[in-house]
């Protein structure tokens, strides 16, 4: 018989220890989406995990802007998993709305990588949905915690908060 293989489990978010560098950043980067069709329900409001995916499209795209592409955190053998998530629901974007996903990193501190987030309306006076996101640098090969982040990784978010 095969032997079912399950993904390794995370350690509670108090277990994970800090190590060396904290930063913090008041700097928003800005992506903006418009609701598409296949984003909505059936009344033509966004889906929930679509506003997911907006966050995650806008933290990818903050971190390129830094020089961080995806692929060479694979190439490192780095992941950066999401271990907590929170959101608050405003007000919902409609089929055919535009809106800004705004993103910046509010602390780092060892290999846990704090996020927040706003979506907002194209002239920001309409506030969809604000959210947080904790990340941890984990070694894709072994499936655990890195007990720091690889050197390039960590420079790069310096300059995230400057």
């Known amino acids: 018989m095969s032997e079912e293989k399950h993904p390794p489990e995370l350690p509670p978010i108090g277990a994970i220890q800090s190590h060396s560098l904290t930063a913090r950043t008041e700097n928003w980067f800005e992506y903006p989406v418009r609701a598409q069709p296949h984003h909505t329900d059936y009344a033509g409001i966004v889906w929930h995990g679509t506003y997911i995916a907006w966050m995650e499209e806008a933290r990818v795209e903050c971190l ?14 780095c992941d950066l998993p999401v271990v907590e998530l929170s959101l608050r629901y405003h007000r919902p974007v409609r089929m055919g709305m535009a809106a800004l996903v705004r993103t910046r990193m509010t602390e780092m501190e060892g290999v846990r990588i704090n996020w927040d987030y706003q979506i907002r309306s194209l002239d920001a006076q309409e506030l969809h949905v604000t959210g947080q996101v904790t990340l941890v640098a984990v070694d894709r090969e072994k499936g655990k915690i890195l007990r720091q982040l690889p050197s390039q990784v960590k420079d790069a978010l310096v300059k995230l908060s400057t």
């Open 64 to 77: 390129r802007s830094i020089g961080i592409d995806f692929a060479d955190l694979v190439a490192l053998g």
